[in-house]
């Protein structure tokens, strides 16, 4: 058991039990049972009746929900420090980069992927992100998809199969299409909840994205695509059609693909990460723009090797402020509760009673201050399921 008072600041994420969407409750308190859910949350002065732990007192800090970031690409080997660079002196950022990281992973072993994947989920549990997605999709080819998700698998139970991430070399796509609904689909599926396609330029088109999301959906998995990252295309418009939980990107919309959205709100979640228009100097999609619509909008990391190399979610959000348009309170919103929504979970991205005890003490007055202070790291603690998993309590008194 749990119990921290002398909070200033709690987001609970629920309306009902504080002030505005996020549920804001001054001089609160949390209080986690043995089972790692949380049994009360309220005010700090009422704590010792809802528990009989002694309560640690967090001296006025914040307490958010732990994040939870719904799009990573954790498993891989190698990296493309040379290809940034020379990005970054102006050469264009091509899908086909991809290639070179499903090299370096088909030449490295399991236990390489899995170290490499622990290293990178435990750096974003550092940075506040308590659930994680992680995709496959730098092996393209059955067994090293297999291995990819038995290797996400070590680090988070949100494993997507994207073995439709890109047409591997000296292969035709249309045989390629085929080889990923047929045995890599039955290979993988029994490690993975959802499968994803990449449509867009230089991937996948919307017909066999279309293809390859019912072959999943049929074996059993949820959906989810890339959309409308690198153009316009039909790739929201597809995601809506087949309820997809979430289309991810969503950097170049039309009109047309923003009312689909809105009117989809409810089954699909609209997933922006902007760390990828950073780490590739390209427009950033216009948040404020969906959230007027009325669409619902996560943010996530999109944590790769090639065009978004952070785990770092209050990065994330501080660009969902600064860069896109978003309040202070809209941007946290959307990396929490917003996440567990593209991942379609009740049970994490807030802090109310029977919600997995998640959470992050933030050194800092308000959780505005992920946004006004970017680049400083505020974290100070995080819990997992009512256990410190990373930095310290010993601030507490
Ligand atoms: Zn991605």
Redesign the pocket.
């Known amino acids: 058991m749990l119990a921290i008072a002398g909070i200033g600041h709690l987001v609970t994420n629920d309306p009902n039990l504080g002030d505005g969407k996020l549920g804001v409750i001054r001089d609160a308190a949390v209080v986690v049972g043995d089972d790692g859910l949380i049994s009360w949350v309220g005010q700090s002065s009422d704590v010792e009746n809802h528990t009989s732990t002694r309560p640690l007192n967090v001296g006025g800090r914040v307490v958010i929900p732990g994040f939870v970031d719904s799009?990573?690409?954790l498993v891989f080997a190698g990296d493309r420090a040379s290809e940034f660079a020379a990005r970054m002196a102006g050469e264009p950022y091509k899908a086909g980069g991809i290639r070179t990281t499903m090299a370096a992973t088909r030449a490295a072993t399991n236990d390489q992927l899995v170290a490499n994947a622990r290293r990178l989920a435990a750096e974003a549990l550092a940075s506040g992100t308590t659930t994680i997605e992680v995709?496959s999709?730098y092996g393209l080819s059955v067994a090293d998809e297999a291995r990819s998700l038995e290797a996400a698998r070590a680090v988070t139970d949100e494993t997507t199969f994207?073995g439709a991430h890109v047409v591997p070399p000296d292969t035709d796509p249309d045989s390629y299409v085929d080889l990923v609904c047929g045995e890599m689909l039955g290979r993988c599926a029994p490690h993975a909840r959802w499968i994803?396609v990449?449509c867009d330029r230089g991937a996948f088109d919307v017909d066999q994205a279309r293809t390859i999301l019912a072959a999943g959906a049929k074996a059993g998995l949820g959906t989810r695509l890339?959309a409308n990252?690198l153009q316009h295309g039909g790739g929201i418009a597809l995601g809506v059609e087949m309820g997809v939980a979430s289309c991810?990107?969503c950097t170049h919309v039309s009109d047309h693909d923003i009312e689909l959205l809105a009117s989809a709100r409810d089954t699909t979640v609209a997933t922006l990460?902007p760390t990828?228009e950073l780490c590739t100097r390209s427009p950033f999609p216009d948040a404020r723009r969906l959230i007027d619509a009325g669409v619902a909008v996560a943010l996530a990391s999109?944590c790769?090797p090639g065009?978004?190399y952070t785990s770092s979610m209050p990065l994330v959000v501080a660009l969902g402020v600064i860069s896109m348009g978003m309040t202070c309170d809209e941007a946290l919103w959307s990396a929490t509760m917003g996440g567990a929504r593209a991942l379609r979970r009740s049970d994490v991205g807030g802090l109310a009673p029977f919600m997995r005890g998640d959470l992050v003490i933030l050194d800092a007055a308000s959780h505005v201050h992920l946004a006004y202070r970017p680049g400083v790291n505020l974290v100070t603690t995080v819990v997992r399921a009512g256990e410190v998993v990373s930095g310290q309590l010993d601030f507490l008194v």
């Open positions: 799009h990573t690409h995709k999709g994207l994803d990449f890339h990252q991810d990107h990460l990828a999109d790769n065009s978004s």
